[in-house]
């Protein structure tokens, strides 16, 4: 099927993907400015749908990421991530506000962008966690590298869909499908219209295992509708969010 004259209406507008990698670029190069100047051991990074070119028209979240080194105090990765996130708000004109997850973090309305700053630690693959965010640089690397350009028309496609049946976002009053799991669900199915038909054949507790690890039957996942594990971690389900309600809405 042709999907053209959708994705017309999906995909970013020119103007939009300029003004956007603007933003981005000029909140990463205060920040690494800022961290050099300091003498702070850290580096900006842009992940995301925004860094991976798979977000929607209109739906423009820029996240930024502020690694900092695994042997940090987690409470000076706190003190100094926030200031370096408020100094960046303040310098670049933004209006900020405070958050929490596993560690406070700022949303900054910058240029008229939703600007997610999060300090996160720099592990690598195989690494353990120390913060609940630290694999989220790992994510937007595996599908920068692995996701075609066509395959980010897929998976705009497929985020529209899920969104449209309710099934789309991992956040708990949602319990569906995160974005890095429709990306992975492209990756592995290779477009729109294949994953929609082999999620025709979905049972529950079935189980996706990109990079052939052979940990499926961690007892973690026992009671997962959807087993997807994660390319970059091996013990984690990338679907672990996902409630029976949902993954049996986006089946049918």
Request: glycine fraction near 6%; charge should be negative.
């Amino acid at each position: 099927m042709n999907y053209e004259s959708i994705l017309n209406e999906l995909r970013p507008t020119p103007e939009e993907i300029e003004a956007v990698n603007e933003t981005t670029e000029k909140v990463i190069d205060f920040i690494n400015e800022l961290c050099k100047k300091e003498d702070i051991d850290a580096k900006a990074n842009a992940v995301g749908s925004v860094a991976k070119n798979t977000w929607l028209r209109g739906k423009s979240d820029i996240d930024i990421f502020i690694s900092f080194p695994i042997d940090t105090d987690m409470d000076d990765l706190k003190e100094k991530g926030l200031d370096i996130a408020y100094k960046t708000n303040d310098a670049l004109n933004g209006n900020a506000s405070e958050h929490y997850a596993s560690h406070p973090y700022l949303t900054c309305d910058i240029d008229g962008f939703e600007v997610d700053i999060v300090p996160c630690y720099a592990i690598e693959e195989g690494q353990s966690i120390i913060s609940a965010v630290d694999r989220t640089i790992l994510h937007t690397r595996y599908i920068q590298k692995h996701l075609s350009k066509e395959q980010e028309d897929e998976v705009l496609l497929l985020k529209k869909f899920m969104d449209a049946v309710g099934t789309y976002g991992s956040e708990f009053k949602t319990g569906g499908f995160a974005g890095y799991l429709c990306e992975l669900l492209i990756l592995n199915y290779g477009t729109f219209d294949a994953t929609i038909r082999a999620a025709q054949n979905w049972k529950r507790h079935t189980v996706i295992d990109l990079e052939d690890f052979g940990t499926a039957g961690n007892p973690l996942f026992k009671d997962d509708p959807l087993v997807f594990i994660d390319p970059t971690d091996k013990n984690r389900n990338v679907g672990a969010a996902l409630r029976i309600e949902r993954f049996v809405d986006f089946i049918v």
